[in-house]
């Protein structure tokens, strides 16, 4: 479904989200603490990005966009959700496991979502053999994410000493 979700409209959807789901995650889990100032800094940059992309993001109202909105949203919120509950973590491992575990995890959830719903051939499988798809795979995987998210973690927590809600502002 998210193919027929146009890319601005999946932008604002996201980036809107985003600020705010980990704010609120951040103080359900009393990590956070609720302040004027901080919920005026997560309404100002919402309003501005709804601002910025004011019609230039619309939506068709066919099931298929409407399935693949609930997936943007869904997918965001996950995201927001694991990101303030693996914070403790990467306060106690080295950035590096905590974001190879999330890859791990994460690739065993799509996988397991990816044999339901798409229903794979052995074909698919075999595909994989090639050298030139695991040599990509391996490079997505140790330059795109895992040390991504090192970078990220060991930037936004040590050096900036700021909270992800804010960063994502």
């Not at 027929?4 to 600020?19: N, Q």
């Not at 044999?115 to 030139?132: H, Q």
């Not at 040590?158 to 992800?164: D, E, L």
Request: net charge neutral; proline share 5%.
């Amino acid at each position: 479904g998210m193919r027929f979700v146009p890319s601005g409209f999946s932008a604002v959807i996201s980036e809107a989200l985003t600020p705010v789901a980990v704010f609120v995650a951040a103080l359900l889990a009393r990590q956070e603490r609720f302040s004027r100032t901080r919920f005026a800094a997560v309404v100002l940059g919402v309003a501005g990005l709804l601002v910025m992309f004011e019609g230039r993001s619309s939506i068709d109202p066919s099931p298929e966009a409407l399935a693949g909105t609930l997936a943007i949203v869904v997918g965001t919120l996950s995201f927001c959700i694991g990101s303030v509950f693996t914070r403790p973590l990467a306060q106690n491992l080295p950035a590096l496991v905590v974001a190879g575990w999330h890859c791990v995890i994460g690739g065993i959830g799509l996988a397991l979502m990816s044999i339901v719903m798409e229903s794979p051939t052995p074909a698919l499988f075999g595909a994989f053999a090639d050298p030139w798809i695991l040599a990509s795979w391996a490079f997505l995987v140790l330059c795109g994410s895992i040390a991504r998210s090192e970078e990220h973690t060991s930037e936004l927590q040590s050096r900036f000493g700021i909270s992800y809600a804010v960063f994502c502002l």
